[in-house]
């Protein structure tokens, strides 16, 4: 079972996978906001090297949202992920100046809705949230999951193919009010989730943890 004092910002436990995401929210208000991805943790302190690198093995930057946007989707996201992560038990977090760690899960949700309205006209940002909130975290994991395999750099794959077709799916079809049951498509990426968290937090001849 995860112990609350060990996990940082949005459910990131450097203890249970070093995989997660970092907002970087600049003092300047005039600044954009990074969102990134990172396979290693450093213990002594978050590195603050990014990369524009697709090559690159850490620190891949997934989107620069500019501070507007960034600003009306905020509040939004931290009462989601914390509905849930208090639902799991877990301590709630917020966003601050300078970095705010999530766990990899709800980074890929994060970039997901970032992506869908980095280049969207501002004033579709509520239908892109309304959309957001109807999906199932299992459908935001896969719609991270294809963009970014096809165009997931921070600058060279945006406005394009999937990362297009994410900003009118959410900015331009109906407003959803409630989440659904997910659809089976999306079932094999929560089983991926569940085995590799199970994995990772079941010791030798014990029993199983939770579910990330």
Same mark, same amino acid.
């Given at each position: 079972?995860?112990?609350?004092?060990?996990?940082?910002?949005?459910?990131?436990?450097?203890?249970?996978?070093?995989?997660?995401?970092?907002?970087t929210?600049?003092?300047?208000?005039?600044?954009?906001?990074?969102?990134?991805?990172?396979?290693?943790?450093?213990?002594?302190?978050?590195?603050?090297?990014?990369?524009?690198?697709? =090559?690159?093995?850490? !620190?891949?930057?997934?989107? +620069?949202?500019?501070?507007?946007?960034? @600003?009306?989707? &905020? *509040?939004e996201?931290?009462?989601?992920?914390?509905?849930?992560?208090?639902?799991?038990?877990?301590?709630?977090?917020?966003?601050?100046?300078?970095?705010?760690?999530?766990?990899?899960?709800?980074?890929?949700?994060?970039?997901?809705?970032?992506?869908a309205?980095?280049?969207?006209?501002?004033?579709?940002?509520?239908?892109?949230?309304?959309?957001?909130?109807?999906?199932?975290?299992?459908?935001r994991?896969?719609?991270?999951?294809m963009?970014?395999?096809?165009?997931?750099?921070?600058?060279? =794959?945006?406005?394009? !193919?999937?990362?297009?077709? +994410?900003?009118?799916?959410?900015?331009? @079809?109906?407003? &959803? *009010?409630?989440?659904?049951?997910?659809?089976?498509?999306?079932?094999?990426?929560?089983?991926?989730?569940?085995?590799?968290?199970?994995?990772?937090?079941?010791?030798?001849?014990?029993?199983?943890?939770?579910?990330?």
């Amino acid at each position: 079972m995860r112990t609350k004092s060990k996990l940082e910002g949005f459910g990131f436990n450097p203890k249970e996978s070093v995989h997660h995401f970092l907002v970087t929210i600049p003092a300047s208000n005039r600044e954009e906001v990074l969102i990134s991805e990172h396979f290693s943790y450093d213990e002594a302190g978050e590195r603050s090297d990014l990369t524009f690198s697709a =090559g690159a093995s850490d !620190g891949k930057l997934r989107v +620069l949202l500019a501070r507007p946007k960034w @600003n009306a989707i &905020a *509040d939004e996201v931290r009462i989601e992920f914390n509905r849930r992560l208090k639902k799991d038990g877990l301590p709630s977090g917020r966003w601050k100046t300078g970095v705010s760690p999530l766990s990899r899960l709800l980074g890929k949700e994060l970039v997901m809705l970032a992506w869908a309205i980095e280049d969207a006209d501002p004033a579709l940002i509520p239908h892109a949230i309304k959309n957001w909130l109807g999906l199932v975290p299992e459908e935001r994991w896969w719609l991270f999951t294809m963009t970014n395999a096809a165009t997931g750099h921070a600058i060279h =794959g945006r406005g394009k !193919g999937w990362r297009k077709a +994410l900003r009118f799916a959410l900015t331009e @079809n109906p407003v &959803a *009010d409630v989440q659904h049951e997910p659809l089976p498509l999306f079932e094999l990426e929560e089983q991926h989730a569940r085995s590799a968290s199970v994995k990772r937090q079941t010791p030798i001849g014990g029993t199983q943890g939770e579910r990330e």
